[in-house]
């Protein structure tokens, strides 16, 4: 397929859009999938029907919306209203939707549109999401898919697109934020006939679901951003390696695979030209350490998925000891936006350091829990209190936890500061892949940071004596303290121990493990201290509560 084709298929999609005069869009993202929304899409259907309006009105499957908490959701147009918690078992709440079409919303049900969530966004890797069918790539055409690729193959040299990306300032979304341009530079300039691309989808961190609702909603904005990157490096092979526990985004990337290279998008002569890349979906069984860029490699390759020492980096000597590209999901979902606007417009967005958007995971003690998108450099306090909506129960913000296990936990002293990777690490946390967990002051943060610590330690792979070992004895200091059975030297043992995990494991798991730990010990270290002499959780969460007023608390 040429570009010239590409372009009439979009054109064909846009002239379908402006024929139909209602739509309404309906989630069918796993979130919203498990509340039975596939039934709320089959009711509006059949309503639509029913009433003969099949040529002005269509009901259509997209991805997610972002407003985890108020799903099902629907999207109705022209009016551009949100519907929100709607119910198969409602369908008289369906039909009146569709009866008002043409008026005023279903007060019961609507959502305004400047509804903080959704106005205080800044979409870029999200902006297809609730617009388009997941499962047919003639929609994502329609919305712009692939163009950039073929505008890169047909128009531009691979350092060209190389160097776009180092100016745009595009850092990798996956945990440490390393400068993607400087990455794709290293593997386009090491020597090698057969290089690879490697997509990472093996979202591990509690509470995270940045990746999966992308590869759910808009596959192909990845794959696009994958072949850009193949094409910029050399690579002709790659492979998407997704965790088992997400059939659905398994389904929709294999799919869109297909539908690719069928319309001769991926595969060989990309565009009728000599470039030439093929996409495999490798699944993994959910071990945490496979997010390692190094053990994930190994995992793909059929070996146990455990870290190897650093250099040589897989920029050199990755995949078949190939030169391998290795990004997360939301960094490829970047690459396509910034080819089409330019690397002047993405850089201008966000800090002088942290260019661009940030796409999180808001859950825990918080109103509105959902996916969001927003600049880099926002106020912590606008995330919680603006598209969060503030604290469940009118309780008291207490922490906020970033960057899964390998994060720490942020108190309210923090909650004006910017989100961006620096200041984050000014804190002692880290951005992550995006995972954000605000807890209100019911939380205990001994019996979080041994949740976290309970987590490391069994997704540890034990390669490593640091990490094996001293994630388990963190653990068990911990375990003690929430039990009333502590001492004040633990204390001491819990900040050395874990200085020394950090300095000497091989991997990000163990170097990033202490984190909750030597956070909660700074900030909060007086629920420590009351633990041990008072042998009291003021939270009720922790074994050593008898307290009546613990109990309450609880």
Known sequence: MTLDELQEIAQQEKEE??????????SVAAGCLSLHSDKVFEILQSEVK?????GS???KAVGCMGLCAAGPLIRTEPQHTYYRSLSPERPEVLSAIIDNLDSKPVPEFALSPDLPFFAEQKRIVLENFGEIDPERIEDSIGAGGYEALLTCISNRSHDEVVQEII???LRGRGGA???????????AKAPGDQKYVICNADEGDPGAFMDRSVLESDPHRVLEGMAIAAYAVGATKGYIYCRAEYPLAVKRLKIAIRQAEKLGLLGKRIGESDFGFEIEVRLGAGAFVCGEETALIASVEGNRGVPSPRPPFPAYSGLEHCP?????????????PIIQKGADWFASIGTDKSKGTKVFALVGDVVNTGLIEVPMGIKLRDLVYKLGGGITGNRKFKAVQTGGPSGGCIPEQFLDMNVDY??????????GSGGMIVMDETACMVDVAKFFMDFTRDESCGKCIPCRVGTTQLHGLLERISEGKGRMEDLEMLERLGAMVKRTALCGLGQTAPNPVSSTLKYFREEYVRHIEDKTCAQGRCACSKSPAATAVN
């Open 17 to 26: 859009r402006k024929r139909v005069s209602c739509r309404i869009n309906v």
């Open 50 to 54: 029913k009433r003969g309006l099949e």
């Open 57 to 59: 009105c269509k009901v």
């Open 167 to 169: 100016r745009s300032g």
């Open 177 to 187: 934020g390393y400068p993607t341009g400087l990455k794709w530079s290293m593997v």
């Open 324 to 336: 391998t590209l290795l990004n997360n999901v939301e960094t490829f979902a970047n690459i396509a």
């Open 422 to 431: 620096e200041s984050l690490n000014s804190v002692g946390s880290i951005m």
